[in-house]
């Protein structure tokens, strides 16, 4: 099966007799230590949106991975519209017109839209003809509605700008079948509802899309039909989403009616802990990312920050935790911090559970005891003088791994080769042990499977009920709702609106979170 | 049939060792075989270096003498390394030490006849402190400039070079020729055969004071490295700067400090030589103690006691290998065994998987396949 | 002193950094860092040398050279691409080898007269005024060579296909890999290639330039000027020809400065057997330092064009979080 004659032509109408555009059965996958796929049964129509659900670790990725070339299944057999296939590479794939929009973009930042686009095709074969590739990719994007500048450079984009171009260069090599994993992940309500639109554009055509999600709400928006994954199994397999109802779905991921129970009793916020006063700041590219923000948080209270990516979120935990100067003023308990060392500020009794826990919040190759110490090596009962104690550091690593469960062989184990949540939770028990007055956490469940994500829940609720102050950042709406006293909203680096907790609505949020009632804005940043 | 490399779980504390043995060993057969090829004779030259450094007490001495500045330049650069400072500079930063001891006594810093108990820890804090300053520069460059310090250090090698030269044709010229005066008594490192005439076993002994120099430091440097706080923010930083800085650890500070502690050993390394075993400073004081020390330090694994073990091996193929045909040789046998240690570093971080079939290609861009440890959960998927 | 003279010499002696600096350039825009370009340099001198010797056909000498560079590249790449070895010491490693070897190889070779590559002069080219003289006459044919090298391998780079897949490799592997784009193999290919570069840069010193093997002496650190030249030509083509050709006038300038008795009406200090003429010969080291700090300051390196990838072997799929 070869690509489409001209990129973004509409496709050729399956051989007679298939309205399968694919069809697996029985696909099995294991992993080290984990089935990932246990004889798993996918089909796909011609012309719908197929909605895959689960929760993280369910197996859709997967799943989807061995149908885009980068897997190859243990066992089973996938057909594309009718015809049987084994693809050895995400090339093989793409040239049987089945293309994979990845959660992790996989652009050249430094390049541009169209380099990125043209990068791995076969023709223009030698040179570049940049000004006609250019006109042609305008052209495919303008047809479904994909607004992107070709001319421009990928870290210039917003993320839901990135977003498109992906897709584009999936329609550009004349994908007929596009899968997309978690594409709201990064993206704002209004956002979303533009890529559905894109996304009813393309089965408009006969094209036929498979949309792997873990949001109830979304899947039943957008989706023709549903399949559920369960623990490496299907519990429901192409339900029609008419009829089916959030109940009904979540029992079929998690086996229970009701996703999480969260048991927040009102609060009573002490003093303010931390306070922001217009602060401003640069990111990494000398951008302004913090155009004023003034916020407060007190003792005993979650103020959780809702922004889409790229809005000054990041940037607003590091000048808070002293990773980042800033104009404006910080007091942390009253006393000045911004632009002091992140030492300073660790001295004021701040703890930060970083966004990027495996570069950031720990170092991978060190053993779990150096990880968990990093905080405390210059107080007894680790440090003695000049000297740190090896035996009480292990000592102390062996008591936390016992209470915060952490799995691992040892505690001189590597922390490299610790699962995301065990990580996760070495990080945050070595951050709660600090004692702090002000806990920064950002993204702090991301990636996490339903286990780890109600122990990270719990943690921070428990920290809460003991009176601490925490700065909740995260792009989980429904958890920010479910955990948070009270919500700011960031949109371009300035506090959109805040709200109180029991007022929190999430279409109110979702509009501020995008700069208002505009939908047709082109960018974000 | 595909070859695989996968990461291993849990490394046997046998393998390491072991391993860096093989590594050795399979460098010397690999010499021997491209000695051979050019009509020397690798079994001869061989025994020959270990007759030459280890027949007798004699020549035994004399290898701890060359294996003396080798200890203080590899301390230097195993420091250096474990943050993932690349201080190629040790050689210049030799030179300068031994040309700031050198000044003490040339220019001279302080009155002739000075008795020996000060004129010599004088010589040490001159040398280490030229050293010091040869390291901060860039120390300082990479800290606040990000200044990549490997080319800064190699041209700072070459800059050294020629500082000395112009002193030693110059002004401090000993009658035309390229070596300055012979120091007075009092600035000469005791040595064993110092004491000949108290226990007649030292007679003819080389060995000197640096050596102790060299051992003391080991020791001190293992206390710090493995058992201090310092060590432990050195160990931080090296692995995950970004980490680090998390942590509130002030990186570029502790940059400059490690540099300059680094270009103190090497130049230390320089006075214990200029002022224990050539008794002058003149052109062609180091066959390139710098530059072996970088493989001593990698031999070591940046460890502090296996760095004196290793620098004596090398002390060893410096002091035989002059005389060996054709001339080159033990330049050549370092860069083979680097090359090795380093083809060994990897197969003990990875374990070899041959496949009779296709693998399948792992995931890219996704997230992360569950590789699950025993009893963890997995995630991602 | 003949400034003229000068330039035509530092142009002679530029095309041995340069052809250096492009490997150089190649290899880094892949993304792999080769610190190993001065042994690599020293072995493309001491075979081509020694094979001119034995052949009598310096052509025959310029493949060899070439080859042994090419190897050399290989070995580089194979253990950091393949074996994931740490790729600065990879490169130091090689270097240390090269030079161990090439004393052992070059050893008996006296700077004796071997046959030399020809040099010519272009015919109406050289009747230019001023730069005629300085470019086109009686120069080395590798000279030309390098005339010819530095817009095709920047031509390559910037405008075509291949050269689109190369950028791409050394900015975001994941992403040329998830097109398709063979990045280990890719790699493989341009630092085999920046060897056979190196090996080439050797062969221009011993079989045009400055016939003869002087041991150590023959490349002494030319090899990290071409590294540090990279850096300051921020990894474009033309930019390291343009420093490599005023670097090299810098040698020249000093032996001429040399040659004058008085510097603007005051002895000159720097004669030949004065001792300050060892500050002259600092010069070229200071001048990488400098223009390496001058690389690195402000402007973020990306922007700078410093490929992302630098310095990282590239797995697919390693664990993350």
Not at chain 2, 25 to 42: E, K, Y
Not at chain 2, 251 to 278: D, H, N, P, Y
Not at chain 3, 275 to 280: H, P
Not at chain 3, 299 to 311: D, H, I, K, T, Y
Request: aromatic fraction near 6%.
């Amino acid at each position: 099966m070869t690509a489409a004659a001209t990129p973004g032509s509409p496709p050729p109408p399956p051989p007679a007799g298939s309205p399968l555009a694919v069809e697996a059965r029985g696909i099995v996958k294991h992993f080290p230590g984990v089935l990932a796929n246990d004889r798993v049964d996918f089909d796909l129509r011609r012309g719908e949106v197929h909605a895959l659900l689960g929760e993280n670790g369910a197996g859709k990725s997967t799943l989807m991975n061995i149908l885009a070339g980068l897997y190859r299944p243990d066992a089973g057999e996938i057909e594309v519209e009718g015809v049987q296939v084994a693809f050895g590479s995400p090339r093989e794939a793409i040239s049987a017109g089945l293309g994979m929009v990845h959660q992790h973009f996989t652009l050249v930042p430094s390049q541009t839209v169209t380099e990125n686009i043209l990068l791995g095709l076969d023709r223009p074969r030698f040179l570049l003809h940049e000004r006609a590739s250019e006109a042609e990719i305008g052209r495919l994007a303008e047809r479904f509605g994909l607004r992107v500048d070709p001319r421009a450079r990928i870290w210039q984009l917003s993320v839901g700008e990135q977003q498109r171009v992906e897709i584009l260069k999936m329609l550009y090599r004349g994908a007929r079948i596009l899968i997309m994993d978690e594409p709201t992940a990064v993206l704002a309500p209004q956002e979303a509802d533009d890529l559905f639109a894109t996304l009813r554009s393309m089965t408009a055509e006969g094209r036929s899309v498979v949309f792997i999600s873990h949001k109830l709400g979304e899947v039943l928006a957008i989706a023709d039909r549903i399949t559920v994954m369960r623990r490496g199994r299907v519990t429901a397999a192409g339900v029609p989403a008419a009829g089916a109802t959030k109940g009904d779905l979540a029992r079929l991921m998690v086996g229970r009616s009701v996703l999480e129970l969260l048991d927040r009793t009102p609060s009573t916020p002490g003093e303010v802990v931390l306070a922001l006063r217009d602060v401003t700041a640069d990111n990494d590219r000398g951008l302004t990312a913090l155009r004023g923000v003034s916020l407060q948080v007190r003792a005993g209270e979650i103020v959780g920050i809702a922004a889409v990516a790229g809005n000054g979120q990041s940037e607003l935990a590091e000048v808070v935790t002293g990773l980042r100067p800033c104009g404006g003023e910080i007091l942390i308990g009253g006393r000045s911090v911004a632009n002091k060392s992140a030492s300073t500020v660790i001295s004021q009794g701040v703890a930060h559970v970083p966004e990027d826990r495996a570069a950031v919040g720990s170092a991978p190759n060190l053993s779990l005891t150096d990880n968990l110490i990093m905080k405390r090596y210059t107080d007894a009962p680790v440090a003695r003088g000049w000297l740190v104690d090896n035996a009480s550091a292990r000592a102390i690593a062996t008591e936390l791994r016992d209470t915060y469960q952490i799995s691992t062989p040892t505690v001189e184990t590597e922390v490299r080769l610790l699962s995301g949540g065990n990580l996760q939770r070495a990080i945050l028990a070595r951050e709660i042990e600090t004692n702090p007055g002000l806990l920064v956490a950002v993204q702090p469940t991301r990636g996490l499977d339903v286990g780890a994500i109600e122990t990270v829940h719990k943690l921070l609720l428990d920290m809460r009920a003991r009176g601490t102050a925490i700065l909740l950042i995260s792009e989980e709406l429904d958890e920010l709702i479910a955990l948070s006293d009270r919500i700011d909203v960031i949109y371009e680096g300035r506090i959109a609106g805040s709200f109180p907790a029991d007022e929190a609505e999430i279409g109110q949020i979702g509009l501020l979170m995008t700069g208002g009632a505009d939908t047709d804005r082109e960018t974000a940043s | 049939m595909t070859i695989r490399l996968e990461l291993r779980t849990s490394v046997p504390r046998w393998l390491s060792p072991a391993l860096t043995l093989g590594a050795v060993a399979v460098a010397l057969v690999i010499s021997g075989l491209i000695i051979a090829a050019v009509g020397g004779n690798p079994i001869a030259s061989y025994l020959h270096i270990l007759n030459a450094s280890f027949g007798s007490v004699g020549v035994l001495s004399d290898t701890l003498v060359k294996a003396t500045p080798l200890i203080l330049t590899g301390l230097a650069c195993a420091l250096a390394f474990r943050m993932r400072l690349w201080n190629i500079g040790a050689e210049g930063q030799f030179l300068l030490g031994a040309w700031g001891a050198s000044a003490v006594v040339l220019f001279p810093l302080v009155p002739a006849g000075t008795p020996g108990i000060i004129l010599i820890p004088l010589m040490m804090v001159a040398g280490m402190a030229a050293g010091a300053l040869w390291g901060l520069i860039p120390g300082l460059l990479r800290a606040r400039l990000a200044v990549n310090e490997i080319i800064v250090t190699l041209m700072l090698n070459y800059i050294a070079l020629f500082w000395i030269q112009f002193w030693v044709f110059g002004p401090w010229s000993e009658s035309g020729f390229q070596q300055s005066k012979t120091f007075p008594d009092e600035a000469w490192l005791p040595k064993l055969s110092d004491f000949a005439s108290s226990v007649p076993a030292f007679g003819g002994l080389t060995v000197h004071l640096g050596l102790i120099f060299g051992l003391v430091a080991a020791g001190l440097l293992w206390v710090f490295l493995e058992r201090s706080r310092w060590g432990y923010e050195i160990r931080l930083i090296g692995d995950s700067p970004r980490a680090a800085r998390y942590a509130g650890i002030d990186i570029a500070k502790r940059l400059i400090i490690v540099f300059a502690i680094s270009g103190a050993l090497a130049g230390l390394a320089g006075m214990s030589e200029v002022s224990g075993a050539v008794h002058r400073l003149q052109d062609r004081i180091s066959p390139g103690y710098g530059f072996t020390a970088v493989i001593v330090a990698y031999l070591a694994k940046f460890q502090p006691g296996r760095v004196v073990v290793a620098a004596i091996l090398f002390g060893a193929l410096i002091l035989a290998g002059r005389e060996i045909q054709p001339s080159g040789v033990p330049a050549m046998i370092q860069g083979i065994i680097l090359f090795t240690l380093i083809v060994a570093d990897v197969l003990v971080r990875y374990r070899v998987r041959i496949e009779r079939t296709a693998p399948p290609p792992p995931a890219m861009g996704a997230t992360a396949p569950p590789a699950a440890t025993p009893g963890g959960a997995g995630d991602g998927g | 002193m003949d400034l003229g003279l000068i330039a035509a010499a530092g142009i002679a002696t530029g095309t041995v950094l340069l052809f250096a600096a492009i490997g150089e350039i190649f290899a880094e825009r892949s993304g792999v860092l080769n610190l190993g370009v001065e042994g690599m340099m020293l072995m493309g001198a001491v075979a081509g040398f020694s094979t001119t010797l034995s052949t009598g056909n310096p052509w025959i000498g310029l493949v060899v050279a070439m080859i042994v560079g090419g190897l050399l590249g290989a070995l580089h790449a194979v253990v950091t691409i393949y074996l994931r070895a740490d790729q600065v010491v990879s490169g130091l490693a090689l270097t240390f080898l090269g030079t161990g070897l090439a004393r052992v190889l070059g050893e008996g070779l006296t700077n004796s007269n071997a046959a030399r590559l020809p040099a010519l002069s272009i015919p109406l080219l050289s009747d230019i005024p001023i730069l005629g003289r300085i470019l086109f006459h009686d120069q080395s044919v590798l000279v030309y060579l390098g005339f010819i090298i530095v817009p095709l391998a920047w031509f390559w780079i910037e405008k075509t296909r291949p050269g689109l897949h190369l950028r791409a490799v050394g900015e975001s592997p994941a992403a040329a890999d998830a097109q398709g784009v063979s990045v280990q193999g890719l790699r493989l290919a341009y630092v085999t290639f920046g060897g056979v570069l190196a090996g080439l840069a050797g062969a221009t010193i011993t079989l045009a330039v400055a016939p003869g093997w002087f041991g150590d002496q023959t490349v002494n650190g030319k090899g990290w000027i071409a590294v540090g030249l990279v850096i300051f030509a921020r990894w474009n083509p033309i930019r390291a020809a343009l420093g490599a050709y005023l670097f090299a006038a810098i040698g020249p300038f000093i032996l001429g400065l040399q040659g004058v008795d008085r510097i603007l009406g005051v002895e000159n200090p720097f004669l030949p057997g004065r001792s300050a003429t060892f500050f002259l010969e600092m010069l070229p080291f200071l001048f990488v330092i400098a223009v390496v700090i001058l690389g690195s300051r402000g402007a973020m390196r990306q922007r700078l064009g410093a490929p992302a990838a630098l310095g990282v072997p590239y797995v697919r799929g390693e664990r993350g979080h």
